[in-house]
């Protein structure tokens, strides 16, 4: 059939693709800013309104690295409940 040869295509691009995905060393990752980006200072999320800096009680950070920032930021907006206090989207 003529979908043979797209499938065998898709099998092997894919084949090399680890089932059990684990994470990387930390002497393997990329290295994070030192310093703080500029201009972050003050500054507050726009739909939420929230001071992007700021870290209330009961809360904790989560970072996730993702390849479409704002599909990401809206996914993250879709969660149940009202646990998200803000989201920021950008490069590390």
Request: glycine share 12%.
């Amino acid at each position: 059939s003529s979908s043979a040869p797209r499938m065998d295509l898709f099998t092997e691009l894919f084949s090399a693709i680890k089932t059990d995905p684990e994470l990387i060393s930390p002497d393997q990752a990329l290295p994070g800013r030192q310093q703080k980006m500029p201009g972050i200072e003050g500054t507050r999320h726009f739909v939420l309104g929230n001071d992007l800096k700021e870290v209330p009680e009961g809360h904790k950070v989560a970072v996730f690295a993702n390849g479409c920032f704002w599909g990401s930021e809206k996914g993250i907006w879709r969660l149940p409940g009202d646990g998200i206090y803000s989201t920021a989207v950008g490069y590390c």
